[in-house]
């Protein structure tokens, strides 16, 4: 799926390393707890929602939580406003002036409606985390820029998303209340509100696996990947990200073997030898034929582990990593006979 992008603004930079923090439910209980007192809180005095989140808490982490966690419990994500939104920009595309009109009254759409019925789509989530954070004197960003999905998964995708980045403790960290807040059906047009720990305060290195900024200064990174390698990298889901999972190698999606030729598919984890490998399956598709299998496993140094396999013959083949019966990550491959891959 894909969230749009209402306007594209401009955004302080600000170059910096982010580092780990401790997260989980534990650490967060009491910020958890305040969020579950207050549901569907009247938007019309973000002040007093920021008060009443954040003035019994001690430190700009607890409370930043606090305001992340109700936002993402609070705040459905409006598939119908999305698709009208797509629909108006994709007709407006080759002409400006038109495409400028519609964002602009589009923003003040989505605002009204996020109001009242607490609805709203990417951009509405970023800018009501911004200023519940300026009442209690956070320092967050609006970042906008593109969102890999599967089905904006190309190097031609357009900007279609907006997140967040917020300094705590003099140090920024990256965020998405919006792909944190559920999981949207495109085929069934709903929402199925479900919190994701993986997209609070990420690790740059991960979070830049499925977003990247117009301003490339909020990927918080000293090497930064170019667009190319982001918009041709695999495609990660979110329990890759709630498991802290990272696809080392192959760096890109689309990828070919020679029949015969083993697949090598190497993920970095948080903690390799805690990794039950009975948990590790792949799954290959081709031509509607699903076939699930368990790969082979090594273990390597610096948490890497490496999963191996074969493909039954000749063709073209969707490959997805999963742990635990989620899915992780999705590559592509084409098998070829060794003649043909001599042509290319």
């Known amino acids: 799926?894909?969230?749009?992008?209402?306007?594209?603004?401009?955004?302080?930079?600000?170059?910096?390393?982010?580092?780990?923090?401790?997260?989980?439910?534990?650490?967060?209980?009491?910020?958890?707890?305040?969020?579950?007192?207050?549901?569907?809180?009247?938007?019309?005095?973000?002040?007093?929602?920021s008060l009443l989140l954040t003035s019994s808490l001690k430190d700009d982490e607890q409370k930043f939580r606090a305001i992340y966690k109700w936002v993402c419990l609070n705040i459905k994500n409006d598939v119908h406003l999305f698709l009208l939104n797509e629909k108006k920009r994709h007709r407006f595309k080759d002409k400006s002036e038109k495409l400028s009109q519609w964002n602009e009254g589009f923003v003040k759409m989505v605002f009204r409606k996020m109001k009242k019925n607490h609805s709203t789509v990417c951009t509405g989530y970023a800018y009501l985390l911004k200023e519940l954070c300026y009442h209690a004197g956070i320092t967050c960003r609006v970042v906008h820029g593109y969102g890999k999905t599967a089905i904006s998964n190309s190097e031609s995708m357009v900007p279609n998303h907006s997140w967040n980045a917020v300094m705590i403790n003099d140090r920024w960290y990256l965020c998405d209340a919006t792909w944190s807040s559920g999981i949207v059906n495109m085929a069934e047009h709903s929402f199925k509100p479900?919190?994701?720990?993986?997209?609070?305060?990420?690790?740059?290195?991960?979070?830049?696996?499925?977003?990247?900024?117009?301003?490339?200064?909020?990927?918080?990174?000293?090497?930064?990947?170019?667009?190319?390698?982001?918009?041709?990298?695999?495609?990660?889901?979110?329990?890759?990200?709630?498991?802290?999972?990272?696809?080392?190698?192959?760096?890109?999606?689309?990828?070919?073997?020679?029949?015969?030729?083993?697949?090598?598919?190497?993920?970095?984890?948080?903690?390799?030898?805690m990794i039950d490998k009975e948990l590790i399956m792949c799954q290959s598709i081709r031509n509607g034929s699903v076939n699930l299998f368990e790969p082979k496993i090594s273990f390597e140094e610096n948490d890497l582990v490496r999963l191996s396999g074969d493909f039954s013959s000749r063709g073209n083949y969707v490959l997805h990593i999963l742990y635990a019966g989620q899915y992780v990550a999705t590559y592509r491959y084409k098998v070829m006979k060794a003649d043909l891959a001599e042509k290319r």
């Open 194 to 273: 479900s919190f994701s720990e993986g997209y609070f305060l990420t690790s740059p290195d991960l979070f830049a696996k499925n977003h990247y900024p117009l301003d490339t200064a909020w990927l918080l990174m000293n090497d930064k990947p170019s667009f190319q390698d982001f918009a041709k990298g695999p495609l990660l889901y979110k329990d890759a990200f709630n498991m802290k999972i990272v696809p080392e190698s192959p760096a890109v999606f689309n990828n070919e073997l020679i029949q015969g030729e083993a697949f090598e598919v190497i993920l970095k984890m948080d903690s390799a030898k």
């Open 1 to 49: 799926m894909r969230f749009c992008v209402l306007a594209l603004m401009w955004c302080l930079a600000f170059v910096g390393q982010a580092q780990s923090l401790e997260r989980g439910s534990v650490k967060y209980q009491k910020a958890d707890s305040i969020a579950a007192l207050y549901p569907k809180y009247s938007l019309d005095d973000t002040r007093a929602l």
